[in-house]
């Protein structure tokens, strides 16, 4: 059975699979993305955040854990306005492709959006631009007592 952090990531992947605008995309770590693979769609998972219920039953803990999903577009042309206008295309299509189930296939409880950020450069006459688009993923798990650190 795989990590839940790779069946976040997978579920993902495999709701964006869909999308029209972006010919790539990815799981990895592949930025720089090679300009003809322009616009592109990494997905990210990083850091989390556990939160024990305090109340547990028969030494039984639910645990609410919040995972940083961040999904990067990435987009390259001969002039900036063309360059946002695409990514703002693909983030429409994230957003409808992920509203579509938001547990990502039951994996989560919720996927909540929070908010993006914008970078944009000019590398040898060519715009390249990138956004971030984030979201927390919340997930449940049950561990026991015997699990708890101690202290």
């Excluded at 049950?142 to 699990?147: C, H, L, T, V």
Aim: glycine residues 8%; hydrophobic residues 45%.
């Amino acid at each position: 059975m795989p990590h839940v952090r790779t069946s976040i990531r997978d579920a993902a992947e495999a709701a964006l699979a869909a999308l029209v605008t972006p010919q790539t995309v990815a799981v990895e770590r592949r930025f720089p993305f090679d300009i003809a693979s322009l616009p592109a769609v990494n997905i990210t998972l990083m850091g989390s955040e556990a939160q024990p219920d305090q109340t547990a039953m028969g030494n039984i803990y639910d645990v609410e854990t919040d995972e940083a999903l961040t999904i990067e577009i990435h987009a390259g042309g001969m002039d900036a306005k063309t360059v946002c206008e695409q990514i703002d295309q693909i983030e429409l299509e994230i957003e409808s492709a992920l509203a579509v189930d938001v547990t990502l296939g039951g994996i989560v409880e919720n996927l909540v959006p929070n908010g993006s950020a914008f970078e944009g450069s000019v590398d040898q006459e060519l715009f390249l631009g990138s956004r971030a688009v984030s979201y927390i993923a919340i997930w449940r798990h049950k561990f026991g007592a015997a699990d708890q650190p101690e202290g």
